[in-house]
């Protein structure tokens, strides 16, 4: 600010009242996740009676009961979580980047048309291909069979999901040309204009491709509750979900413990990645 | 210079044509082998489902025969949905309600917040971040279960409303207001589109204020005739976004009726209408119907909200900004 205009203007109240007023929507939109910590170490007397946030008696056994509430552990329904998670990731950014790199670099026919097509399916409701691939996948025999899995990894390793598909051809197409034709003098096949110049170019798109890959299939329930039959391959929201069955007041307090921790790597990406991901929605307009 | 003379340059060395030719061809083969896996997607998870789902939704349909013995009933599932079925129409209208409700309030929570932020303050990263969070978590089952509790008879919400002498109501067990729980949950996380805002925001020429204020414009002048203008594209771009999402929440109705869209059918939202018809009931038939009407509904809305936006929807003409 000018000292023109701080002789000018009495002092300006605008922005503490402002600071005020974001901090106060701050507290609103947190509670829920401070009011769900606080309960995940409530007793079960507490949970009904203290409507405060801090528990006057710290249960953290809520977690030992939460864990092992059902027959399989919540240890494992996080490590099914986390693969499912993490080989979608590998899926996905492989995949994409291949179609990526031929959509937005090269020159072969009909690429229009194909480009067309992968932006129409971009708005293609998840929901209504639902049916046909558990029809699809039911007669591989891929639903509830040895490979619980391949019904929703299958898909990420063939670039379903166009949102990525999409991100990283726009990526693509910052990087210049010339570094192309340059490459094609000294020589180079597509491929290896792919290994050298666009593969170590395009790795922020990548990067971003995976953490919301991720976040995506980390919180995903639709198409886990549809592939998965078996209590020992569910993932953690679909283990969650066996908590809202039994309704009895004693089992809020591990309902919460587990909810909370199924959010803790979301979190934690959070954390590293905010930066990434808040520039990663502008770029892209991707959903959180 | 214009294409045509780039590839018929008379100048160019005859011995280089045939090396360009096989160039192309290398090219255009190296295409399709980066291409092959999504191709391979494309046909496979989409567009042969689309076809075999077509095809179901003029059967009658269980999974527990083979697909070759469907019987086709010809346009029975489409009469039947929209003559005959009550709980369809229930469910097309409480989507209809969260859509109507919960995007123009979650858009509205957003650029509100984000005009707060527009300005340079120290933490506006912070903030930034801490109201972003939300649109990360809200999706899960985890942040769905938290937010049931809150709006049950002992809830955070009816303590909080206590505080006041006010007696809350069961709020998610009454078919009345468990939408509306519903629709607060998708307003709390308008994180997303308001960091879309703030980047629209930030361009939006500073010149155009200061030329305001010297003609003395006041500040909601400034907003109507300046803001919104200029952010109009933004607008459009997460109107489309959110609606499009709107309309395919599943997730929370799912956990706060435990799969059944109680109470009454009040949060019978068309997803999981789709999921009881399809996996309970196992009717495929009927609920493959249900998943192309869907189809064409968003279809017709997306179009619907581009033709529209040509009359509100402001580009600037130039973009060096």
């Not at chain 1, 591989?140 to 490979?147: A, P």
């Not at chain 2, 709020?171 to 879309?196: C, E, K, R, S």
Request: hydrophobic share 55%; charged share 15%.
């Amino acid at each position: 600010m000018s000292s023109a205009a701080d002789r000018a203007a009495p002092p300006n109240r605008g922005p503490l009242v402002r600071f005020l007023v974001l901090l106060v929507i701050v507290a609103v939109v947190l509670y829920p996740l401070i009011w769900m910590i606080g309960t995940s170490v409530k007793s079960p007397q507490e949970i009904v009676s203290n409507i405060g946030l801090i528990p006057e008696k710290f249960t953290p056994g809520n977690f030992a009961e939460g864990w092992t509430k059902f027959d399989v552990s919540f240890g494992r329904f996080f490590l099914n979580s986390a693969l499912v998670s993490l080989l979608t990731v590998l899926g996905n950014t492989i995949s994409c980047l291949l179609a990526a790199y031929a959509l937005g670099r090269l020159r072969f026919r009909l690429r229009g048309v194909w480009f067309a097509v992968m932006i129409g399916t971009l708005l293609l409701p998840g929901h209504v291909l639902i049916i046909p691939q558990y029809i699809l996948f039911r007669t591989l025999g891929w639903v509830g069979g040895d490979w619980p899995y391949l019904p929703l990894l299958v898909p990420a390793f063939l670039a379903t999901e166009a949102f990525f598909v999409f991100l990283i051809v726009q990526f693509m197409r910052g990087i210049p040309r010339e570094l192309d034709e340059a490459a094609v003098i000294d020589g180079a096949s597509p491929y290896g204009i792919f290994r050298h110049v666009i593969l170590p170019l395009s790795r922020p798109a990548l990067v971003t491709t995976a953490i919301f890959s991720f976040i995506w299939t980390w919180n995903d329930f639709f198409r886990q509750l549809v592939f998965l039959s078996e209590l020992k391959d569910y993932t953690a929201p679909v283990a969650l979900t066996l908590f809202i069955d039994s309704t009895s007041e004693s089992a809020v307090g591990p309902m919460f413990a587990m909810s909370l921790l199924s959010l803790i790597p979301v979190f934690l990406f959070f954390v590293a990645f905010q930066r990434l991901l808040v520039e990663g929605i502008n770029t892209s307009g991707l959903k959180g | 210079m214009t294409a045509s003379t780039l590839t018929r340059d008379p100048a160019a060395p005859a011995a280089h044509r045939p090396g360009r030719r096989v160039r192309r061809r290398r090219e255009n083969l190296a295409g399709y082998v980066f291409l092959s896996p999504w191709l391979l997607g494309l046909l496979g998870i989409t567009a042969v489902p689309m076809l075999i789902s077509l095809y179901l939704s003029f059967t009658d349909y269980s999974p527990l025969i083979s697909l070759s013995d469907a019987s086709w009933v010809g346009f029975d599932n489409y009469r039947r949905m929209f003559t005959a079925d009550q709980s369809y129409w229930h469910a097309v209208t409480v989507t209809i309600t969260f859509a109507l409700v919960a995007v123009p309030l979650k858009l509205a929570a957003a650029l509100g917040v984000a005009l707060l932020l527009n300005r340079t303050m120290r933490g506006i990263s912070v903030f930034r971040g801490l109201f972003y969070l939300p649109s990360l978590l809200g999706g899960s089952v985890a942040l769905a279960i938290v937010w049931v509790s809150m709006f049950n008879r002992e809830g955070a919400f009816n303590s909080f409303l206590a505080l006041f002498g006010i007696e809350g109501l069961p709020w998610v067990n009454d078919p009345d207001w468990a939408l509306y729980t519903l629709i607060l949950l998708a307003v709390w996380q308008f994180g997303a589109p308001m960091v879309i805002f703030l980047a629209g925001l930030k361009q939006v020429p500073v010149e155009l204020y200061e030329a305001a204020s010297v003609d003395g414009a006041s500040a909601w002048r400034k907003f109507a005739h300046i803001t919104l203008p200029m952010l109009s594209p933004v607008i459009f771009f997460n109107l489309v976004l959110e609606t499009i999402n709107g309309f395919q929440g599943f997730t929370s109705a799912f956990v706060l009726s435990n799969g059944t869209g109680g109470p009454v059918d009040s949060t019978l939202m068309y997803t999981l209408n789709l999921y009881i018809k399809g996996f309970v009931e196992l009717d495929m038939g009927y609920a493959s119907a249900m998943a192309w009407v869907f189809l064409l509904v968003i279809g017709a809305i997306t179009v619907l909200l581009f033709s529209t936006g040509r009359f509100w929807v402001h580009y600037s003409d130039n973009e060096e900004r």
